[in-house]
């Protein structure tokens, strides 16, 4: 059975999951898996070469992952799972449809400046605990958390792929920085924010301020630190083109 009060909230994964239930809870939507398909052939078109379409084979994969297996379900019972999902999003998924597809296809309107504010802005948005009890009790917010948190990622690392490399560092520090405070802001909270998993996080021998914690330092190192992993990759990069300038 599920924990007592999951029935209160209806999120689009379902309700939450127990442990011995986990591995029965596919996603099998048939709206989700055709537009899933469909997203992949046309993707697939737009795609130029073996290594973009090895990095769509890669996201295609992680797509399925967060919204077709049952860790769409554990979403629903752990903000921790949550958290690592909107993480996917918009520091995995984000970039490997970025640079698997030509820079012409997504030349989005938009300076890095604008993309860096709204990604921030949108994730601290869908992370403040009322517009998160809301998205898990709409299959309509639902959708628009999933698709705004990934679209502003997209626009991000767009914008930053086209930036000169000075302009991608500062930008992905920026939101190194923004990421973490987040996540250090969850994870010394003294008390448990999020309504939905104040019922669900038990079965899973966590109280809801753990889950929460947990959520916060994956907030605040992981997913701060692909940021900085990336900052640092663009930095070792320019010193490299900038040794080879040098006269001999």
Do not use: K
């Not at 958290?83 to 938009?110: D, S």
């Not at 890095?112 to 403040?128: I, K, N």
């Not at 008390?191 to 899973?204: K, Q, V």
Request: proline share 6%; charged share 10%; glycine share 6%.
């Amino acid at each position: 059975m599920n924990p007592a009060g999951a029935q209160l909230w209806f999120p689009y994964c379902g309700a939450a999951p127990v442990p011995a239930d986990l591995m029965g809870r596919w996603n099998l939507d048939p709206m989700l898996l055709a537009v899933l398909a469909l997203a992949g052939w046309w993707l697939w078109r737009q795609a130029q070469g073996a290594g973009q379409r090895r990095l769509l084979v890669a996201a295609g994969s992680l797509a399925l992952f967060l919204f077709v297996s049952p860790f769409c379900a554990l979403s629903s019972a752990l903000f921790a799972a949550r958290v690592t999902h909107h993480v996917l999003l918009a520091a995995v998924l984000a970039p490997l449809l970025v640079f698997a597809l030509p820079e012409e296809r997504i030349r989005w309107p938009g300076s890095l400046a604008l993309w860096t504010g709204l990604q921030a802005v949108t994730f601290w948005l869908w992370h403040a605990p009322a517009f998160y009890a809301e998205a898990l009790s709409s299959d309509l917010l639902y959708w628009t958390m999933q698709l705004t948190i990934t679209g502003t990622a997209v626009g991000f690392w767009a914008a930053a792929r086209r930036s000169s490399s000075l302009g991608a560092v500062a930008a992905l520090l920026v939101s190194t920085v923004q990421m973490g405070l987040l996540g250090a802001l969850l994870t010394f909270a003294s008390n448990p924010l999020y309504l939905p998993h104040f019922l669900t996080t038990e079965p899973w021998g966590l109280a809801p301020l753990e889950d929460q914690q947990m959520a916060g330092l994956i907030m605040w190192a992981p997913s701060a630190g692909l940021y900085l992993a990336a900052a640092l990759a663009i930095t070792r990069r320019w010193l490299a083109e900038q040794d080879r300038e040098l006269p001999a």
